[in-house]
Structure formats: structure tokens, C-alpha cells
């Protein structure tokens, strides 16, 4: 493993669906576990307007009956008050879910922001697949790596140029610039579109085109254990990872 992949995660990475079902929720897992099992202090949080299942599917340690809301309302608290609001993977990856009893507000995220940044905690934000709601100013403030996670399928990418078009029309070039778009496999039977093609049709657009490959354990939706996540697909996040920390320290896509 090169030192390039064991860098951390930066403060803030948001990761965006180009549709419903894209694997955004499973990418947050899977980058927010790998820091974790690296020993990062990483949270994932659910960013989407009422409420998702990121804590369902990856809190394999504990799941937490309170979550988000309960904590923004709380103000400031001691960690071990701020833990017990969290659900947790069994490596240690803490997650901050919506209970889903009011939709998401822009005064919640500037709490939150300022919790995390407090604690010196590393963040990763599943927007589900919309990006232009009010409630992410804060996280759209700062120049976050995003993660735009598209399945590989021939009907996805054609809503990729929609969800591209929204980060531009949000965030202009320099949003675009510290893209990441993630192909993420989601058939047994293999890759179903030639990413090679992709990566010639949206050369100099964004930063760059990681992929991740079909996994067994994934597909069977159930709670995801990132120990039994197969060796290519934790390699896989390893990559989205480094990315991620690159776009963040303002360095070149790898050639």
C-alpha cells in the first residue's frame, strides 16, 4: 500500500447519487470504514432531506435509537454524550442518522459542521442524489472533495450529464474540478458499460474516474461488514479515499 493511499480523509467529503440508487449510501460506508479501520476519527452522516438508511446498512456494532436531530438540538456536549448519539460499525466508524421526524435545515448543518470541526473529526456526507437543497449551504461552502456516484449501467450515465450539470450550475468549475466520478458495479455478470469511453468523454471536466467492482457481499443488502467486503472492493475505496484527500490538498489527478 503506498503512503499515498494511508493519507486521511479531509475534514469534508460529500457524496452525491447521479440517481436513486446510485450506491452513494454504500460509498459513504465504504470510505467512512476504511478510514476508520486505518484508526481515523470519521463519521458518516446522513445528509438527505428527511432521513436514509445509512445507519440500517452499516451499523453492524451498534444502531442507535437517537441520531442527527437529537444532537444539532442538544448543543454543545462532552464526547462520550456525542458518541452515544452516534450508531457505530464494528471498525469503529460512527454514524450520525436522521430518525426522520422533520426534514433536514440549514441551521442543523452549521451545528453540526462546528461540532465536527470541534472535535477535529473527519466527515462523510451522504446527500442521497440532490444537490441544490438550501439545508447543505454549509457544506457546499467549503471546498469539499464530492464524490459523484454513478451505477454502471447505460441509463445511469445518461442522467450523469444532468447530476453533472447540477454541481456545475451550484458550484461552477471549481466545483466540477474537485469531482470524483465513481462507477459503481452493481451486476454480477460484469462491467455493462466501457469506462474507457467515459473517462475520453469527461477528460478535462472533472478530476478524475475511480471504479468500484461488483461485490457479493453488497448485493445481498443486508448489514454491510466491512471485513467481509472483498479484497478488490476495499482496494477500490482505498482509491476514492486517496482521491478524495488529493482534491482536498489541491493536487493533480494521478496519472
Same mark, same amino acid.
Given at each position: 500500500?503506498?503512503?499515498?493511499?494511508?493519507?486521511?480523509?479531509?475534514?469534508?467529503?460529500?457524496?452525491?447519487? $447521479?440517481?436513486? !440508487? +446510485?450506491? #452513494?449510501?454504500?460509498?459513504?460506508? =465504504?470510505?467512512?470504514?476504511?478510514? /476508520? %479501520?486505518?484508526?481515523? *476519527?470519521?463519521?458518516?452522516?446522513?445528509?438527505?432531506?428527511?432521513?436514509?438508511?445509512? $445507519?440500517?446498512? !452499516? +451499523?453492524? #456494532?451498534?444502531?442507535?435509537?437517537? =441520531?442527527?436531530?437529537?444532537?444539532? /438540538? %442538544?448543543?454543545?456536549? *462532552?464526547?462520550?454524550?456525542?458518541?452515544g448519539y452516534c450508531s457505530r460499525t464494528s471498525v469503529g466508524t460512527r454514524i450520525l442518522n436522521r430518525i426522520g421526524n422533520q426534514t433536514a435545515s440549514e441551521r442543523?448543518?452549521?451545528?453540526?459542521?462546528?461540532?465536527?470541526?470541534?472535535?477535529?473529526?473527519?466527515?462523510?456526507?451522504?446527500?442521497?442524489?440532490?444537490?441544490?437543497?438550501?439545508?447543505?449551504?454549509?457544506?457546499?461552502?467549503?471546498?469539499?472533495?464530492?464524490?459523484?456516484?454513478?451505477?454502471?449501467?447505460?441509463?445511469?450515465?445518461?442522467?450523469?450529464?444532468?447530476?453533472?450539470?447540477?454541481?456545475?450550475?451550484?458550484?461552477?468549475?471549481?466545483?466540477?474540478?474537485?469531482?470524483?466520478?465513481?462507477?459503481?458495479?452493481?451486476?454480477?455478470?460484469?462491467?455493462?458499460?466501457?469506462?474507457?469511453?467515459?473517462?475520453?468523454?469527461?477528460?478535462?471536466?472533472?478530476?478524475?474516474?475511480?471504479?468500484?467492482?461488483?461485490?457479493?457481499?453488497?448485493?445481498?443488502?443486508?448489514?454491510?461488514?466491512?471485513?467481509?467486503?472483498?479484497?478488490?472492493?476495499?482496494?477500490?475505496?482505498?482509491?476514492?479515499?486517496?482521491?478524495?484527500?488529493?482534491?482536498?490538498?489541491?493536487?493533480?489527478?494521478?496519472?
Amino acid at each position: 500500500m503506498t503512503d499515498q493511499l494511508l493519507q486521511s480523509l479531509p475534514v469534508s467529503t460529500l457524496v452525491l447519487g $447521479a440517481c436513486g !440508487g +446510485a450506491g #452513494a449510501t454504500t460509498t459513504t460506508l =465504504g470510505l467512512t470504514n476504511t478510514a /476508520a %479501520a486505518r484508526g481515523g *476519527a470519521v463519521v458518516a452522516v446522513d445528509a438527505t432531506p428527511a432521513g436514509g438508511d445509512v $445507519a440500517e446498512r !452499516g +451499523a453492524d #456494532a451498534v444502531l442507535s435509537v437517537s =441520531g442527527f436531530e437529537q444532537l444539532v /438540538a %442538544a448543543g454543545p456536549v *462532552a464526547d462520550d454524550v456525542f458518541d452515544g448519539y452516534c450508531s457505530r460499525t464494528s471498525v469503529g466508524t460512527r454514524i450520525l442518522n436522521r430518525i426522520g421526524n422533520q426534514t433536514a435545515s440549514e441551521r442543523e448543518f452549521h451545528t453540526l459542521t462546528g461540532s465536527l470541526r470541534a472535535r477535529g473529526v473527519s466527515a462523510v456526507h451522504d446527500l442521497g442524489h440532490r444537490l441544490r437543497a438550501a439545508y447543505l449551504a454549509p457544506l457546499l461552502a467549503t471546498p469539499s472533495p464530492i464524490v459523484l456516484v454513478v451505477p454502471c449501467r447505460a441509463d445511469a450515465f445518461n442522467r450523469l450529464r444532468s447530476a453533472l450539470q447540477s454541481i456545475g450550475d451550484t458550484l461552477g468549475e471549481p466545483g466540477l474540478a474537485r469531482t470524483v466520478v465513481t462507477v459503481s458495479n452493481q451486476d454480477a455478470t460484469g462491467w455493462q458499460v466501457d469506462i474507457d469511453l467515459l473517462r475520453e468523454y469527461l477528460g478535462g471536466q472533472v478530476w478524475g474516474i475511480e471504479t468500484i467492482p461488483y461485490d457479493e457481499h453488497l448485493g445481498m443488502g443486508i448489514v454491510i461488514d466491512h471485513s467481509k467486503l472483498a479484497p478488490d472492493t476495499r482496494a477500490a475505496y482505498e482509491r476514492v479515499s486517496a482521491a478524495a484527500s488529493a482534491i482536498a490538498e489541491g493536487r493533480p489527478e494521478r496519472v
